[in-house]
Structures are given as structure tokens and as C-alpha cells.
């Protein structure tokens, strides 16, 4: 390297972070389905995806190459602007991570990105094309992709397996499970560490350290799949009680059924260089894992919401990005002044969290406050559950009722 200014090494630090925050927010993605249904124990289940997430950093760079030589002009970029783009994403990462919504890390990060470079060298610096072929495209056909799949997965699931043996059946989908888990958390390290590989590359372009058009280093390679592993250890358990609880109710062929589906379109994007939010393509698969079993179904209420967050995440990282660069446009002491507000927003958002405590010991603990909703009910009622599960004992409509087969239940029995 021929020179690391003060800027370049805050930059790599702050992306770094942010790497870290990626891992944590979406741990869900692979291993939520799993630790829900019961298949690995929380603890074992994160530990097993950092190492996979690390592993998969190292097997491929066209994300990363996606990100730092296609989505903005390399020429009309500084550190500065970088830095401003991850302040964007990583506080979107930390809102949604505070109230347990799986948005997607990698639009937070672009749409940063996006946001700074337009407040920095305009419009035309960003490259549309790549915008719209390689992020928003995807964006939308990724959990369509992967929901159909996964419900048509999930049908084919239940019925070649209605004369199987039942405990036999759940044992090897659990196995199955555990498999397809790895296979997620693999794919998770092929494409989200890019993303921070990519990032990095593009700064120390920027800062003149890399020539144009270079692929990232062996040291980025390494320090952004250590960040991610990191993260991915430390566990968003907020988020992996959405994805695994709040989202539908799973049994482990749907969640079988939905984390290979996810994996397959990860995997094929990662090796087309898109740029694919992970937390689209497995929520999708959730859902049509979900919608894909008799009696199963999806809680709409808390699926609207994470719509909502899937369309806010773009223009609300790029507006903070934008306003990040703005200040820093007024030097080295603009610069510190975001950097202050970044750590302290941090620390607000994290001492919030604190209030209402979600790890390993409680993850798959459901509110039942939040009411099922009209359709989740009227589906429920008019769907029979599928060969193989157990019925359970139903329920009088009518306190009034109630009493009165107890009192004929008690009376017959003296």
C-alpha cells in the first residue's frame, strides 16, 4: 500500500462496523427456521454459521466487484463519501434491529452509498443501469422467487412424506434442516461479506491507495469475513424471533423446505454478481413455506410491517448518507462532528434495547398479544392441518358452554 491517510483508516474501521452489524442483523436468515423449530440449539446454531459465513467470504469476489466498480463512478468518489454512505447503513441497521424488523443490510448499505455519492458528485455518478439490473430488479424477484419455490417445496415435502414414519420423518428433516442451514449461512458469507469487501475496495480506490478496477485484497478479504463472523456469533436474536416466530409457525419439513430455496437463489445471484438482500429471499421463503402447508399460515399484520421496512430502507440510508456527506463537506472537524453522532446514536439505540432484553434463553418465546388477524383466522378455520399432525382438542366458542360440559363431565363421573 502507498499511503493510509487518517480518513482511509476511519472509513475501513467504520465498514468494518458495519460489517459487524450485518452479521448480527441477519443471523436470522439462516439460522432462524432451525433454532424455531427445535432442530439446533440457539448457541450451536450461531456458532456454526459465523464459521460458514467466514468460509463463504473467501469463495467468491463478483458481488464485491458489483458494488466497487459498478454502482457509482469510481472518479467522483472520496473517503469521505463512503464514510457518510456506511454512517447511513449502519444506523437503518440498528433501528431495524431495535424493533426486530429483518430489513435488508445490503439496500441500507447502497442506498448510503447512493445517497452520499448524489450529495457529493450528483446524479449522473450513479450508474442507473447497475442500479436497476443488479439491486432493485433482484430486489423484487428474489423473495418472489424464493417464496414460490418454497411453497411448491413444501406441498411436494408433505406429500411424499404422508406414508413415512412421523418421528422418523421429523428426525431426518431436522438433519435436513441442519444441512440446509449451513447452506444458507454459506451463501450469506458469499454475498453480504462481499458487500463490505466491495465498500473498502471502492474507498481505498478513492483514496488512491488501490489503482482503478482492482479486485479487493487478501486483507479485506479477510477482515470483512472475520467482522461478519463475528456479528453473525453475537446473534440477532430480536430479529430471529420475527423470522422464526412472528412471521408463520413452522414444523421442520417447511423449514427444510424454506431455507433450501433461499440458499439456491443466494447462491445463484452471488455467482451472477447480484447484489441480493439475503433478508428478501429467505423472509420470502418463509412465507411460502408458510402458505405451502394445509393449515399453515402467514401473519400478515407482521409481514405488512416488514414490507413497509423492505421499502423505507433504500431512501432512508441515502437520505442520512446524504446528510452525513453534507456535514463532512466542511472538513475535518464535519467529519468528527458525524462520527460523534454516529457512535452516540449507536449507544442511544443499543442502551434502548436494553429495556426489553431478547437472547439465547428466550427467542422462541411468542407474544400472544398481537391478535391473529381476519384472514390468518379464516384460513386457519377452513384449511385442515395435513396427515400426521396432531389435532388438538378443540375448544368451546362459548364460556357458557364451557361450563356447562364440565358440569356434565363432573356429573357423569360421581
Do not use: C
Amino acid at each position: 500500500m502507498e499511503s493510509f491517510s487518517l480518513i482511509l483508516a476511519i472509513v475501513v474501521v467504520t465498514a468494518l462496523a458495519f460489517d459487524f452489524t450485518n452479521g448480527f442483523h441477519d443471523t436470522a436468515n439462516a439460522m432462524a427456521t432451525t433454532i424455531s423449530t427445535g432442530a439446533m440449539k440457539p448457541k450451536v446454531a450461531v456458532a456454526m454459521s459465523a464459521v460458514l459465513n467466514l468460509v463463504g467470504a473467501f469463495l467468491s469476489v463478483e458481488v464485491a466487484n458489483t458494488i466497487s466498480k459498478g454502482l457509482v463512478d469510481e472518479a467522483g468518489i472520496r473517503p469521505e463519501v463512503i464514510f457518510a454512505a456506511l454512517v447511513g447503513a449502519i444506523l437503518w441497521n440498528l433501528l431495524t434491529w431495535l424493533v426486530g424488523l429483518p430489513s435488508s443490510s445490503s439496500h441500507a448499505l447502497m442506498g448510503g452509498l447512493i445517497g452520499a455519492t448524489i450529495a457529493s458528485a450528483g446524479v449522473g455518478a450513479v450508474h442507473g443501469d447497475v442500479l436497476l439490473t443488479k439491486v432493485l430488479i433482484p430486489a423484487i424477484a428474489a423473495p418472489l422467487v424464493a417464496g414460490i419455490a418454497a411453497m411448491l417445496a413444501t406441498r411436494l415435502t408433505y406429500s411424499l412424506g404422508k406414508k413415512a414414519d412421523g418421528e422418523a420423518s421429523r428426525k431426518g428433516y431436522r438433519a435436513g434442516q441442519i444441512a440446509s442451514a449451513g447452506l444458507v449461512s454459506l451463501a450469506h458469507g458469499t454475498n453480504d461479506a462481499q458487500k463490505t469487501m466491495g465498500i473498502i475496495t471502492l474507498a481505498l480506490v478513492a483514496g488512491g491507495t488501490l489503482a482503478p478496477d482492482s479486485d479487493p485484497p487478501m486483507w479485506v478479504i479477510l477482515s470483512a469475513g472475520v467482522a461478519i463472523a463475528l456479528g453473525t456469533y453475537l446473534g440477532g436474536w430480536r430479529i430471529i424471533r420475527t423470522m422464526g416466530k412472528g412471521l408463520t409457525d413452522l414444523q421442520p419439513q417447511q423449514g427444510f423446505a424454506a431455507q433450501t430455496s433461499a440458499a439456491t437463489v443466494i447462491l445463484a445471484s452471488s455467482h451472477l454478481g447480484f447484489s441480493l438482500s439475503t433478508t428478501h429471499s429467505v423472509s420470502g421463503a418463509v412465507m411460502g413455506a408458510g402458505l405451502g402447508r394445509k393449515g399453515g399460515v402467514v401473519r400478515w399484520s407482521t409481514a405488512t410491517r416488514m414490507f413497509v421496512a423492505w421499502g423505507l430502507t433504500l431512501p432512508a440510508a441515502a437520505l442520512v448518507g446524504a446528510l452525513a456527506e453534507y456535514v463532512t463537506g466542511f472538513g475535518a472537524w464535519g467529519t468528527a462532528v458525524v462520527a460523534v453522532f454516529l457512535v452516540s446514536s449507536s449507544a442511544a439505540i443499543w442502551k434502548l434495547s436494553r429495556r426489553e432484553i431478547v437472547d439465547h434463553t428466550n427467542v422462541n418465546d411468542t407474544d400472544d398479544a398481537e391478535p391473529a388477524g381476519v384472514v390468518t383466522t379464516a384460513m386457519a378455520a377452513v384449511t385442515p392441518p395435513p396427515a400426521g399432525t396432531p389435532a388438538e382438542e378443540p375448544v368451546p366458542s362459548f364460556p357458557a358452554q364451557a361450563t356447562a360440559e364440565r358440569t356434565a363431565s363432573t356429573t357423569t363421573t360421581v
